[in-house]
């Protein structure tokens, strides 16, 4: 099969979940015999537009390097470019694929599906966060609140212009204040302005991801906040992700010899990702004199402020370790080190490689009682989950750990089969050869 993968980044210059999950579709496929190359965007920052072609791994990887806020309709352009169309356009015209897959869908929309279509390529999607119907991607609001999602169109209008400083803090200080407001300002035409606007976005990506072949999905949690809102999901399947595992053994777990139980969390240092809960939690074990340590593995550098007051607040507490950032390779001599993985977010996730890499490597996990965590950790079984922040509850189970004795070998008793690469892509090769 000849197969386009479509994402709104690529490794190495761009790493996330999103961008992680289609390199290593991307490297499955062409060790099987697949021809694949690779869609990308490159940056939103650069004047103009172009598209530079490059080889990596043996695969054409064509990279759009354009400023998404340059021309009359910034917003519109972040979800619906013409250039984005045409610069796919023109690489469908040069050479025959069998599919075009899109990850995430992120930056490219509509112009992604429609295009392809019209040049009789089927589509498979494969969600990753909520993007075709929340702007924001997470359905976190501008003051950090979770939302339930997007009810009215009015209701998305307000969080996107709280994102603007001048609405946010008083947002933040005073909500109810702010509630007041909008039910009054949502007429002036300011609001009514972002309102249309809104209202178009969630017309032509409903459109779009509705006119794909198929949807995957990685978690079942993801499928039913789709149809929740709406969604055609009659043709969106399950398929949860697999690991990349060691090309030989993985790292054996290091033993302590003080019987420290080690927490260890993995991941963005964001306040959407709930870090300043498990600080907080660890700190009161610490406090109430619990042997156990924090192990804290992810960049510095994206939220400073909320890092600094992180590290401000740990810093009396040497059992509290900051590691700094890891490559995907080096993540299983990390977990290594690790007797319990701890996913404290604060939105819904999807379905969270790490929790995965976790059991892979037999910890159990600690995560919020929320979206697609909660659908992997089985209370009692392969961990425990608690209350969206709630450091008390989050304390309480910590110190389970602690406290009851085997607990933690019963959780490790309990930790499910975790998918290889191998069983996710022969899954999807299967899809791929009925739709073609």
Not at 80 to 86: I, R, S
Not at 185 to 208: C, Y
Not at 331 to 349: K, M, Q
Not at 395 to 408: D, F, I, N
Request: overall charge negative; charged content about 20%; aromatic content about 8%.
């Amino acid at each position: 099969m000849r197969i386009l993968i479509a994402v709104h980044g690529y490794p190495p210059t761009h790493s996330a979940g999103a961008e992680r999950q289609a390199e290593r579709t991307a490297l499955w496929l062409a060790r099987n015999g697949h021809e694949v190359e690779i869609f990308t965007v490159e940056t939103v920052s650069q004047p103009g537009f172009e598209m530079k072609t490059t080889t990596q791994d043996g695969m054409a990887v064509h990279r759009l390097y354009y400023d998404v806020k340059e021309g009359s309709d910034p917003f519109r352009k972040g979800y619906d470019n013409p250039q984005v169309g045409t610069a796919l356009q023109q690489i469908l015209a040069e050479r025959h694929f069998d599919l075009l897959h899109l990850v995430s869908g992120y930056l490219f929309g509509g112009q992604v599906v429609h295009t392809a279509q019209a040049a009789g390529v089927p589509v498979v999607i494969t969600l990753t966060e909520y993007w075709f119907m929340c702007t924001r991607l997470n359905l976190i609001q501008p003051t950090g609140a979770l939302c339930s999602g997007p009810e009215t169109d009015e209701k998305c209008m307000r969080c996107l212009m709280e994102d603007k400083r001048r609405f946010r803090l008083p947002a933040q200080a005073s909500p109810h204040l702010m509630d007041a407001f909008w039910n009054m300002a949502q007429h002036l035409p300011f609001a009514n302005d972002m309102t249309h606007a809104v209202a178009e976005r969630r017309h032509i990506l409903r459109q779009a991801i509705d006119a794909a072949d198929l949807v995957v999905s990685p978690s079942r949690y993801l499928i039913d906040k789709f149809t929740e809102f709406g969604f055609d999901t009659a043709r969106y399947i399950f398929i949860r992700q697999g690991l990349i595992t060691p090309a030989g053994d993985k790292p054996i777990r290091q033993k302590t010899e003080d019987k420290i139980l080690r927490f260890g969390y993995i991941g963005q240092i964001k306040y959407h990702k709930g870090v300043d809960l498990i600080i907080d939690a660890v700190i009161r074990l610490l406090q109430a004199g619990h042997n156990v340590s924090l192990d804290l593995w992810g960049s510095e550098t994206e939220a400073p402020d909320y890092v600094a007051m992180l590290k401000a607040r740990s810093a009396p507490y040497p059992n509290i370790h900051w590691n700094g950032r890891y490559t995907g390779s080096k993540v299983w001599d990390v977990l290594a080190g690790v007797d319990v993985l701890l996913c404290p977010s604060r939105w819904y996730e999807n379905s969270p490689t790490v929790i995965l890499e976790a059991y892979e490597m037999g910890l159990p996990v600690v995560a919020t009682r929320l979206g697609g965590m909660a659908e992997l950790v089985e209370h009692e079984k392969s961990g425990l989950v608690f209350t969206l922040n709630d450091v008390q509850d989050l304390y309480q189970q910590l110190a389970r750990m602690v406290t009851e004795p085997g607990l933690v070998d019963k959780l490790r008793a309990g930790i499910p089969h975790v998918k290889t690469i191998e069983e996710e892509m022969q899954e999807l090769s299967a899809v791929y050869t009925d739709l073609i």
